[in-house]
């Protein structure tokens, strides 16, 4: 009766698990790439964060200087005017002066002193 005896099935396989544990490896070779990747673009994007307000504060400055140079070329010509003004004018008289002055100031006195 040992003669009819045949042996049982194991239950493991060497080979799908062999096949399943490289893959396994591999899977977590390539979730160990991706993580490092994602944590350069991480500290890409930490870095551009600590940049970014330098940058608003450059472009703020390259779109004021225009408007700073045009308030100094009028604070310029008011000025210019003014002296205009306060000069007197060959055969102005005082009170016709300070008419033209309070007009401009807009102050609209008809009255002279």
Known sequence: MERDFTPP???WQ???TS???HQQLERQSQLE???AKTREELQ???????DLPGL???KFRQRLQPLLEQQQRLLNDNSMLRQHLLVP???QSRPRRRQALLHAFGFGSTQAP
Do not use: C, N, R
Request: glycine share 4%.
């Open 89 to 91: 004018q060959h055969g």
């Open 9 to 11: 099935i194991p239950k």
């Open 56 to 58: 608003f504060e450059d």
């Open 44 to 50: 890409a994007m930490q870095a551009l964060l600590e």
């Open 33 to 35: 790439q991706e993580l």
């Open 19 to 21: 096949v399943s544990w």
């Open 14 to 16: 060497p080979s799908v």
